[in-house]
């Protein structure tokens, strides 16, 4: 039988730095390597491929924190072209926001139990959420590992709270300059220039980082490859090399309306109700040359070997022109990412504290923060029921396109 293909970051000369990093943090690297290596495994630990239900170990906690965005990416699911924010007023979605006294309550229960997990920590952009330092404060001092994706707001004003308690920045870079970057992310006011604040907060981060001689956190931006940027990867990369860890290539997330029709009747067959987060992704960027982003990676890696720095990720991982060009054509096409373990191991909170095992589409929920445990909520019924789905049936239409199943 052919194994499920896992994402993971290919050594090259990302060892030095994860070599420094074991050397000058054990607790955090140590507790990456264990949650590797549990992804890695979980076949051969769980010989039945978790068809009961059961989780793993409860190894990240992902907060989608806040709905507010300064944003609207053409690509974001949420306040993008086709986004499911769209209908929903701005009034209602701060309204309904968790106040960040539950959120230090519940790493405070966590830690009651023993469970320190990694959190991933997003939005909307979650340095828009008040009390974000001080609970930045609180996780890092219990000693649980924080990866934080922005877009550059208010990032390098808090770059020295940012360095001290998170371990990976992930940043969105989807420009070489302002033109390119704010066409691909414009801002909520025209006049609004997110490549400055996206530029700036790479220079601070990267500052601090060298001034107090940290390791972490890991400083990663992300570019959404489409058709708007495709031409200029390399040089968003060259722009990224000198301030960052590693640079993630990614390949956009969609859907295509039969894939999404397709979904509802699946989810709905599945657990009676009808899912509405992924008609959010619906779009195509399928038309450019498809072999440029191949020849853009092999440049991206050239100058991460002569620079010694920057490690370039794409995520997911193809090799041929041929899989690029079915990744944005065909929704169908999974490349052997064809089992999802992250329902495992990780939980996803909304930001009004409903409680999922999926990422991307949080449809189906298995509680509420602001009412149930999280050790309880990690196997009750509702969660056993939706592993074990998953599981036993396979991945469902949306899943070919989703980070927890690509990119975890």
Same mark, same amino acid.
């Given at each position: 039988m052919t194994m499920p293909v896992r994402s993971r970051i290919k050594p090259g000369s990302f060892l030095k730095q994860a070599a420094k990093a074991l050397w000058q943090d054990w607790p955090t690297s140590s507790n990456f390597l264990r949650y590797q290596l549990a992804k890695e495994t979980f076949n051969l630990r769980r010989p039945a491929r978790g068809r009961d239900g059961r989780p793993d170990k409860l *190894?990240?906690?992902?907060? +989608?924190? $806040?709905?507010?965005? !300064?944003? *609207?990416?053409?690509?974001?699911?949420?306040?993008?072209? !086709?986004?499911? @924010?769209?209908? $929903?007023?701005? /009034?209602?979605? /701060?309204? *309904? &926001?968790?106040?960040?006294?539950?959120?230090?309550? @519940?790493?405070?229960? #966590?830690?009651? &139990?023993?469970? +320190?997990?990694?959190?991933?920590?997003?939005?909307?952009?979650?340095?828009?959420?008040?009390?974000?330092?001080? #609970? #930045? *404060?609180?996780?890092?001092?219990?000693?649980?590992?924080? $990866?934080l994706v922005s877009n550059g707001t208010k990032v390098a004003k808090h770059a020295r709270e940012l360095v001290e308690t998170c371990k990976v920045i992930w940043l969105s870079l989807d420009g070489p300059d302002a033109a390119i970057h704010n066409e691909q992310r414009p801002g909520i006011s025209k006049s609004h220039d997110n490549f400055r604040d996206v530029l700036s907060a790479l220079e601070a981060l990267h500052a601090e980082k060298e001034k107090t001689g +940290?390791?972490?956190?890991?400083?990663?931006?992300?570019?959404?490859? $489409?058709?708007? !940027?495709?031409?200029?990867?390399?040089d968003i990369y060259r722009v990224a090399n000198p301030y960052s860890d590693m640079h993630i290539l990614y390949l956009t997330w969609w859907i295509d309306p039969d894939s999404a029709r397709e979904h509802t009747v699946d989810f709905e067959e599945r657990f009676g109700f009808r899912p509405k987060t992924h008609y959010g992704w619906i779009g195509t960027w399928k038309d450019f040359d498809h072999s440029l982003i191949l020849k853009r990676f092999a440049e991206m890696k050239e100058i991460s070997a002569r620079t010694g720095r920057c490690t370039p990720v794409m995520m997911p991982h193809l090799d041929t022109t041929e899989d690029v060009r079915l990744y944005y054509s065909d929704h169908s096409a999974d490349f052997g990412y064809n089992q999802c373990v992250s329902i495992f191991m990780s939980m996803e909170i909304d930001s009004n504290g409903d409680v999922s095992l999926c990422r991307d589409y949080h449809d189906y929920t298995i509680g509420n923060i602001t009412t149930d445990r999280m050790i309880d909520m990690w196997n009750n019924d509702k969660a056993r029921k939706f592993r074990s789905s998953i599981a036993d049936r396979g991945a469902m239409p949306v899943c070919r396109r989703c980070c927890g199943l690509m990119g975890y």
């Open positions: *190894r990240q906690v992902s907060l +989608r924190i $806040t709905d507010m965005c !300064n944003l *609207r990416c053409h690509s974001c699911g949420q306040w993008g072209d !086709n986004g499911y @924010l769209h209908d $929903t007023s701005l /009034k209602d979605l /701060k309204k *309904r &926001e968790v106040p960040v006294e539950t959120y230090i309550d @519940l790493v405070d229960q #966590l830690d009651g &139990e023993g469970v +320190r997990p990694v959190f991933y920590i997003w939005g909307g952009e979650p340095m828009l959420y008040p009390g974000m330092i001080d #609970l #930045l *404060r609180h996780m890092s001092e219990k000693g649980m590992p924080v $990866t +940290r390791v972490f956190p890991v400083i990663a931006p992300i570019s959404c490859i $489409t058709s708007f !940027n495709v031409d200029y990867a390399t």
